[in-house]
C-alpha cells in the first residue's frame, strides 16, 4: 500500500460547482497536511495547510482532515475556470520531517 | 520579485554531459529540496539540505549531487545526463519554523537527447 493515495482524475466539472478532491493515507503518525496547486508549467502552489484533524476555511477552500480514517479532503466552491489546475495533497508526521506527496488530480472547470 | 528563483527554467541537452542546475531563495529558509517531477509518477525527492553543512539523499539521488554553498544557494548536478533524466525539476525551501510546509520555485525544464 502506498502511504498517500490520490485519484489523479481527470475531473472535469461545470462552472460554479462544489468541487471536493480527496487522498487517503497509511502513516498513522502524519500530523500535518497540505493542499498545493499547481497550473501547467508552474511550481507548487502552497494552497492550504491543517494541522491533525479538523476543519479549515479560506475563502472558497475549505480542507478538512480526518485523521481516524485516514482521508484529507479539500473543498472548492463555486468554482471557477481559473481554478483548472492540479492539485495535490501533502503531509508529513512532524515538522522536522520531508513531505509525501500524492500524485495528483486535474481539474478543469468549464465555463 | 519570486521568493524562490531557478536557473535555467528550460535546458536541452546531450546524453553524457555535465549540468547544474541552481537555486536561490529570499525567504530567508534554512532548508533547501531538489525534486524531479515526471508524469504519473508525481513529485520524488532528490536530495535536500536542512542546513549549510547538512546534505541528506532522498529517495532517487542516483545519477544526481548538489551543493549548497550557501543559505540561499542550492545547487543540483547530473554528472553524466541520461534521457531518463528528462523531467521538470524543482527547487524547494522550508524553515524549522514553517511546520513542514514548502515553498517551490518556478521550475527546470529538462531534455536529455
Known amino acids: 500500500q502506498k502511504e498517500v493515495e490520490q485519484d489523479p482524475g481527470p475531473l472535469s466539472v461545470p462552472e460554479g460547482a462544489i468541487v471536493s478532491l480527496n487522498c487517503t493515507y497509511s502513516n498513522s503518525a502524519f500530523q500535518y497536511f497540505m493542499w498545493y496547486r499547481q497550473y501547467s508549467r508552474k511550481g507548487p502552489e502552497l494552497l492550504m495547510y491543517t494541522y491533525s484533524s479538523g476543519n479549515k476555511e479560506d475563502g472558497r477552500f475549505t480542507a478538512q482532515v480526518d485523521k481516524s480514517s485516514k482521508y484529507i479532503s479539500l473543498f472548492i466552491r463555486d468554482s471557477q475556470p481559473s481554478d483548472s489546475a492540479t492539485y495535490l495533497c501533502?503531509?508529513?508526521?512532524?515538522?522536522?520531517?520531508?513531505?509525501?506527496f500524492g500524485k495528483g488530480t486535474k481539474l478543469s472547470v468549464k465555463p | 520579485d519570486a521568493d524562490v528563483t531557478q536557473t535555467p527554467r528550460n535546458r536541452i541537452t546531450k546524453t553524457g554531459k555535465r549540468i547544474m542546475l541552481e537555486c536561490s531563495q529570499t525567504?530567508?529558509?534554512?532548508?533547501m529540496y531538489w525534486y524531479r517531477q515526471d508524469p504519473g509518477l508525481g513529485l520524488r525527492l532528490i536530495y535536500y539540505s536542512f542546513d549549510v553543512k547538512d546534505i541528506n539523499k532522498g529517495e532517487i539521488s542516483d545519477g544526481y549531487s548538489v551543493s549548497r554553498q550557501a543559505q540561499a544557494k542550492f545547487s543540483l548536478s547530473l554528472e553524466s545526463a541520461i534521457p531518463n533524466q528528462t523531467a521538470l525539476y524543482f527547487c524547494a525551501t522550508s524553515g524549522s519554523w514553517t511546520g513542514g510546509a514548502q515553498y517551490f520555485g518556478p521550475g527546470t525544464r529538462l531534455l536529455v537527447l
Open positions: 501533502a503531509m508529513s508526521g512532524g515538522s522536522q520531517g520531508n513531505l509525501i
Open positions: 525567504k530567508g529558509h534554512d532548508r
